[in-house]
């Protein structure tokens, strides 16, 4: 399946985090979200054999990298307070068409 | 963008009952998926199903495309269907979207 850690971080504002994920075995677009308490996923940005291929409305302090592999980081520079969330990777084979697989997220409390 | 309203936001009901949670969007979707989410925040897929009729157990759904709705069907409901339920459309860009979900108590 899908693997991210770490599973939970407290980070203090202003500070820099990166959060991991291993896509599945033959995955390889894979897309991050951001989950705030109480509300559906976000989209924040996907990739697809290392490229970016589409981004929702998250500031540049976001940015990610897609390796090789297929696995993949997500990065956010400058933390607030307001990017306290879960945060879930998913992974698909291809394009995305054929349904995601998610992993069990990262709770980033930011203080 | 494509709009994903999901209802009923919250939804409680005694165990052995039936269920019926409906997924609006406001365009032609690509595929669709229904989701548990579970108290540790892992995303269970249900269903994929961009159109048509699936069953798995107890759990059911219809997704009828050309009036851009779907429906996840749970009968007699167990304490252990309890959390939030998620409707997710992947877009033209092959982007998914997510509604606010149904949170769902089951009571034993």
């Known amino acids: 399946g899908v693997t991210q850690s770490p599973t939970h971080l407290i980070k203090t504002r202003g500070q820099q985090v990166t959060l991991r994920c291993s896509s599945q075995?033959?995955?390889?677009?894979v897309s991050w979200y951001q989950q705030a308490l109480g509300q559906g996923p976000q989209f924040i940005f996907q990739y697809y054999r290392e490229e970016e291929n589409g981004r929702g409305n998250f500031p540049p302090r976001f940015s990610g990298l897609q390796f090789p592999n297929d696995s993949s980081e997500l990065n956010v520079n400058a933390l607030e307070l307001d990017d306290s969330a879960l945060y879930l990777c998913?992974?698909?084979?291809?394009?995305?068409?054929?349904?995601?697989?998610f992993g069990s997220g990262t709770r980033l409390t930011v203080v | 963008g494509i709009q994903v309203e999901q209802s009923p936001p919250d939804l409680i009901l005694q165990e052995g009952a039936n269920s019926t949670l409906r997924c609006n969007f406001s365009?032609?979707?690509?595929?669709l998926q229904w989701f548990h989410q579970n108290p540790w925040g892992q995303l269970i897929n249900l269903f994929y199903?961009?159109?048509g009729t699936k069953q798995n157990g107890r759990l059911s759904a219809t997704t009828v495309a050309t009036e851009r709705y779907s429906l996840l069907y749970i009968s007699s409901s167990q304490t252990t269907d309890s959390g939030v339920y998620f409707c997710a459309v992947l877009n033209r860009d092959d982007k998914i979207i997510f509604g606010k979900g149904t949170r769902l108590h089951i009571l034993p």
């Open positions: 998913a992974s698909s084979p291809g394009t995305g068409a054929n349904g995601y697989t």
């Open positions: 365009d032609s979707v690509n595929n």
């Open positions: 199903i961009p159109s």
């Open positions: 075995s033959g995955h390889n677009t």
